[in-house]
């Protein structure tokens, strides 16, 4: 039986024979962060205009850009971004890089918890040194963008979830859907994550015939709901639909309180939504553009590459998508959302078999290790780093890989509430970010938020690789 310390991580294996490895580790990737983030040129563009509608928040009371009110940009991170220009005024970058050297901190020792709980302190020092130091993850910090932001909530969803898998209180599964919402309000591709947990949740945790779970709700069921006459259990079929109907009911209401917590938090954007442009918007107008950028006839171009392209270079095709918005929508974010819908639906309609295409390059480009080439002429210290990014990746991916199975495994076996958590709430994200992004505009930075989900998966198959005498586990 697995026992924990206040700390959440198991005792049951102790790895390098010292208590001291975690915090070092821990102190080591803050120490990192740090230096990440003072070197020269962090934190000094905005590329999405989150700092921008801070900006505005602070100075003129309203979510605009420019004076017009927008829903372009999920609300979340511009309010933290807004609270601290208020607070620091001129020394706002510091207030931002610290807000993200404690999420990025805080990322990494989430990480540790879920790796440790699953399988003891060795994977949770693997944890902590692969999330708080993922390349991807350490480059985001040091931009005024949501990368570092979703990353963190996504492992606190995951993190929170294990402590609430199996406690019936509402207030708990309310902070959970409250949890969730905040999630969404980072991104909306967040929105897709609850219901792509349920469907895995219906999956790998319903219980099977030939399972012992099973069999012990069965007795369980027996003994509880069948009526006895003379020792005998009557009606084996009566009892087991009173077991489903028994088992729906207790699966249904937490069910129910994380969906309130959503709603309760999501409930706000949406109002404020309806008020300013007339209809209840809880993701952002921002979506018809990227299913644009992503499925337009200049992008399927290239995609044939007759010029041997390195990238996509979208200036022009962004320039003529902003001279559309203001001769035909007016700058009317909700006009510009439907017509960018309208025209990528028409070029898909139009070139069916570059959509298929590109939708394999869009799931390549978020899974992709090595990340782009930009310059066809880059030094051979940038080579060498993409690549070595690369290994990391294809390394990391190996691993993760093989502690993804040993998790299922285990969450299937065992009563452990971070296996559990980590099957259906990580795989969930997983999957919610390669199908919508197979769809809309994909890139290696918008798999960010499931960096720590795979740095705690390949934490456990680096730890299983290293103890062979336990290998047994996975059988």
């Known amino acids: 039986m697995i026992s924990f310390r206040p700390d959440g991580i198991s005792t049951t294996r102790r790895p390098f024979a ?18 990440v983030l003072v070197v020269p040129g962090a934190l000094t563009t905005d590329p999405d205009s989150y700092q921008h509608v801070a900006r505005e928040l602070v100075t003129r009371g309203s979510f605009s850009v420019d004076g017009r009110a927008t829903a372009y940009r999920p609300p979340l991170y511009p309010l933290l971004l807004a609270g601290i220009q208020a607070c620091c005024d001129g020394f706002w970058r510091v207030g931002v890089g610290a807000l993200h050297l404690m999420m990025g901190w805080a990322t990494a ?10 399988n003891g302190l060795r994977a949770a020092v693997l944890a902590v040194l ?14 005024v963008m949501t990368e570092t932001q979703s990353a963190f909530l996504a492992v606190l969803v995951v993190w929170f979830a294990s402590r609430v898998a199996n406690r019936p209180s509402g207030p708990a599964w309310l902070a959970l859907g409250l949890l969730l919402g905040a999630c969404a309000l980072t991104r909306p591709t967040f929105l897709l994550w609850p219901f792509a947990a349920g469907c895995l949740a219906l999956v790998f945790l319903m219980p099977r015939k030939g399972d012992k779970n099973f069999a012990d709700q069965m007795a369980s069921s027996s003994l509880d709901i069948g009526v006895s006459h003379g020792g005998t259990v009557v009606d084996q079929r009566r009892s087991w639909r009173a077991l489903s109907a028994t088992t729906l009911c207790q699966k249904l ?5 994380l969906g309130l917590g959503f709603v309760l938090a999501m409930f706000p954007w949406g109002l404020r939504n309806l008020f300013v442009f ?3 918007i809880i993701g952002t107008t921002h979506g018809g553009y990227t299913f644009y950028l992503a499925n337009n006839g200049e992008f399927y171009r290239f995609l044939q590459n ?3 392209q390195l990238v996509w270079d979208a200036a022009e095709f962004n320039r003529r998508w902003q001279q559309t918005v203001a001769t035909e929508a007016g700058w009317n974010e909700l006009t510009a959302d439907r017509l960018a819908y309208d025209r990528a639906w028409k070029t898909i309609r139009e070139q069916p078999g570059m959509f298929l295409y590109s939708c394999a390059y869009r799931l390549f480009q978020l899974w992709r290790p090595v990340p782009h080439q930009l310059d066809p002429h880059e030094p051979l210290s940038v080579r060498l780093a993409r690549w070595g990014v690369g290994v990391f990746y294809l390394t990391e991916y190996l691993f993760a890989l093989i502690g993804l199975l040993l998790v299922i495994n285990r969450a299937r076996r065992e009563k452990n509430a971070s296996a559990w958590s980590l099957t259906v709430w990580g795989l969930g994200l997983a999957v919610t970010l390669s199908l919508v992004h197979t769809f809309y505009w994909s890139n290696i930075r918008m798999r960010a938020p499931l960096a720590p989900i795979l740095a705690v998966w390949a934490a ?4 299983w690789c290293l103890q062979p005498g336990r290998r047994g586990d996975a059988k």
């Open 253 to 257: 209401r937490p069910i129910l309180w």
């Open 130 to 143: 692969l999330a708080g130091l993922d390349p991807l993850l350490l480059h985001s910090s040091r931009l």
């Open 18 to 35: 010292s208590g001291q490895l975690l915090p070092a580790c821990a102190l080591a990737v803050l120490l990192g962060r740090l230096v």
């Open 278 to 280: 007339g209809k209840v």
């Open 109 to 118: 020792l989430c990480a540790g918890i879920l790796a440790g709980r699953v």
């Open 460 to 463: 456990v198959g680096i730890e």
């Open 306 to 308: 007759p010029e041997g």
